[in-house]
């Protein structure tokens, strides 16, 4: 299982730094986070950062946990992404949502739509406006909420084997076991991997290993019931995000590698208490490896 981290309290210096540090001690990603306007809460566009880190890295995944599409142009995301991208090597990926609505950047917009079901409609305008402009081919679109003329985007992004020149989309998937949200999960399945949100009361909830079993046990029944491919050379990421214990490695690794059993390919330490979380404790546990090292 790979490992990473979100830069959740750094600013734009401290957040490449921070990227800097994980990758010397041994992490396999860092995240930064995609808001406007949220409260007196400081932040960085999160392009400007992940430029940086990508030409101060080598090795490191790099994206935003989560990438709020719906309030985004697409055809600025695919310019943003593909530039990023080529800095990096290709080694960004794109974990996308919804978005919050305590964003500024939906509510304080006139017009801007804010109900689920049309975020939801503008996130697979956008997921489908990226497919089409990877292609590297002229193109018009036309979505539920989206339309363009014809537009041709060059440089594609970089060949990765197993998928070709595509940076990796990993959406936002809520699971359920017992109502598994299908059109959440579908969106998934047509992408590169799933960002897991469990569903309702349990959504701040530790996601367990038996969660993640039945969660890639049904992705694996939906995707032969839709007849999509298997993926073969690049696995289908299914992405946890939480905290681990700091003072137990030993505990830590068990749970790791119980996720991992169950079908887990990433953990992302997400530390986002503002009342614990300064920059400073951010660079003490990146330093310290990731979890269970």
Do not use: K, Y
């Not at 990421?237 to 119980?258: C, H, M, N």
Request: glycine share 10%.
């Amino acid at each position: 299982m790979r490992i990473g981290i979100v830069a959740s309290t750094t600013m734009a210096t401290e957040s490449v730094d921070l990227a800097v540090e994980a990758e010397q001690h041994g992490w396999d990603g860092v995240f930064t986070w995609d808001g406007l306007s949220i409260g007196s809460q400081e932040m960085v566009d999160p392009w400007a950062v992940l430029a940086a880190a990508a030409v101060r890295t080598s090795r490191l995944a790099l994206g935003a946990m989560v990438f709020a599409f719906p309030r985004r142009r697409p055809w600025e995301i695919v310019r943003q992404a593909v530039t990023v991208d080529q800095l990096s090597g290709g080694r960004l990926v794109l974990p996308v949502g919804v978005g919050v609505l305590d964003d500024a950047g939906f509510t304080a917009v006139p017009g801007q739509l804010t109900g689920l079901r049309e975020r939801a409609e503008l996130l697979d305008d956008a997921l489908a406006f990226l497919d089409r402009a990877w292609t590297g081919e002229p193109f018009e679109f036309a979505g539920t909420h989206t339309s363009t003329g014809e537009m041709r985007f060059l440089p594609r992004p970089v060949d990765r084997p197993g998928t070709g020149p595509r940076v990796p989309v990993w959406p936002v998937g809520v699971w359920d076991a017992e109502r598994p949200p299908v059109r959440s999960l579908d969106r998934a399945l047509r992408a590169d991997g799933i960002v897991v949100q469990l569903r309702g009361e349990r959504a701040f909830d530790d996601i367990t290993p038996d969660d993640v079993a039945s969660l890639v046990a049904w992705l694996d029944a939906r995707r032969d019931a839709l007849g999509l491919e298997q993926p073969t050379e690049t696995p289908f990421d299914v992405v946890l995000q939480g905290i681990l214990p700091d003072d137990d490695p030993s505990a830590a690794r068990e749970r790791l590698a119980a996720l991992g059993e169950a079908g887990a390919t990433w953990w992302v330490e997400s530390r986002w208490d503002p009342d614990t979380v300064t920059a400073g404790s951010l660079f003490d546990r990146v330093r310290q490896g990731p979890p269970g090292a």
